[in-house]
């Protein structure tokens, strides 16, 4: 029986000297980046181990910066404290007759994303004295710390209107059952809701959600990764089609489904991963001037490129609740309506999809009640979603 050769103590000290070196080099990285602000900001987006004044002192360090790399002098910004609301503090300053939103807008940008930080949420807006101003929530996503406000033609002092948050419901997960459907459509809630094409009673769910002037999405069924075990249903796009089947089928499925918001993936993991597949499917898209909705990406997916390289308008919801209607009670469904709305009142505006099952379909009435949604604007999917210009 041969015996096994040891290791000799040289390859065994190369290999400890080796890892130490690792090690130290990892200890110095991470005392680095706890020395600087954007290496705190950072550490504070991959670890969250930042308390909520220290990232806004550090992203009001970055916003001098940026000020400065968009041409806009310190003395001309105004700090205010919120005591309420999402952020910490609202930051005011306008801008030379001369200058540029945009270019400050880029400039701002950038810096921040340099530094570790982003632009949350933005909207541009006229003043009642004439002017324009351009008004931007930063900091770390699910973490606002700024609300920037940009005036350019007016004074930067002039109060900031509040506007509501502008929130679109869209409901899928319909049975293929007409009846069934149309009793669900008949709710006087507000909400679009996404059918499915292609099954025996799709043509009758669809008319029934026009007759009761339901927005209407339409959820493409697409080749998921281990498919058939896991199947869209009937009218399934697969990645073996050939691309002039593929625009067929689309091209029948948004006639069966008449006026349209927008089209979403159902499913699709694999498909959504395959150049092929989405470019045949956006050319139609393309054609009809539909915007693509694209629920939980897959991370190798190719449609938000692919999207703007064809010219297809693109969105992906700001929520989507999909497993908290399976729970027996509504617990956990009110705690993840309550934070979503919370997100939604820091980013302005927010689409949100929700599962339909016999408890949320109980629970919408209650959560949809305009009385208990203060500050929101349940509103059309069609606000929310743009559409391409003409080919």
């Given at each position: ?5 040891k290791?000799?103590p040289?390859k065994l000290f190369?290999?400890?000297l080796?890892?130490a070196a ?19 900001i950072?550490f504070?987006?991959?670890?969250g181990?930042?308390d ?26 105004r700090e ?11 930051w005011?300053?306008?801008?030379k007759?001369?200058g ?5 807008n880029?400039?701002l940008?950038?810096?921040l994303e340099?530094?570790g930080?982003?632009?949350?949420a933005?909207?541009e ?11 931007l929530t930063?900091?770390l996503p699910?973490r606002p710390?700024?609300e920037v ?8 002092d ?8 502008r ?8 049975p293929?059952?007409g ?16 059918l ?10 669809f ?5 009761r ?23 399934t796009?697969?990645?073996?089609m ?28 694999l ?23 694209h ?12 999207a703007?390289e ?6 992906e919801p ?9 729970a027996?009670?509504?617990?956990a ?12 009142h ?15 379909r109980?629970w919408?009435a ?20 743009r559409?391409?210009p003409?080919?």
């Open positions: 029986m041969a015996r096994k050769r290791a000799s040289w190369i290999a400890a080796f890892a690792v090690v130290l080099f990892v200890a110095g990285e991470a005392f680095l980046m706890t020395r600087s602000d954007t290496g705190r950072r504070a987006r991959t670890f181990f930042v909520q004044p220290e990232l806004t002192h550090l992203v009001s360090r970055q916003l001098h910066r940026a000020f400065a790399a968009a041409g806009i002098p310190a003395d001309s910004v205010r404290t919120m005591e309420d609301g999402p952020v910490a503090l609202r005011t300053a306008g801008l007759d001369d540029s939103l945009l270019q400050a880029y400039a940008t950038r810096t340099e530094a930080a982003e632009v949350l933005g909207r807006e006229h003043t009642a004295q004439g002017g324009t101003r351009v008004i930063v900091g699910h710390t700024h406000v940009l005036t350019l033609g007016a004074r930067s002039e109060p900031v209107e509040k506007r509501a948050t929130v679109a419901i869209v409901v899928y997960g319909f293929d059952d009846t069934a459907a149309d009793s669900v459509f008949a709710l006087p809630e507000p909400f679009a809701v996404a499915l094409p292609a099954a025996k009673n799709s043509a009758a769910v008319k029934a959600a026009h007759h002037q339901r927005e209407v999405v339409l959820l493409l069924p697409l080749e998921p990764v281990n498919y058939p075990q896991v199947n869209p249903g009937p009218g796009l697969l990645v073996t050939k691309p002039t089947r593929i625009a067929e089928s689309v091209d029948r499925y948004l006639d069966q489904a008449g006026a349209v918001s927008a089209v979403a993936n159902h499913m699709g993991s498909a959504t991963q395959d150049m092929t597949v989405m470019t045949a499917v956006y050319r139609t898209l393309r054609q009809h001037r539909v915007p693509f909705v629920l939980m990406p897959a991370a190798g997916a190719v449609c938000k490129s692919l703007s064809m010219g297809v308008a693109y969105v700001g929520a989507v609740i999909e497993n908290e209607p399976r027996p009670d509504a617990r469904l009110d705690k993840r309506w309550k934070a979503v709305i919370q997100l939604a820091t980013r302005g505006e927010m689409t949100v999809w929700i599962r339909l099952t016999p408890l949320s109980r919408l209650r959560a949809l009640d305009r009385n208990k949604l203060p500050g929101v604007d349940l509103v059309p999917l069609e606000s929310l979603v559409h391409p003409p080919a």
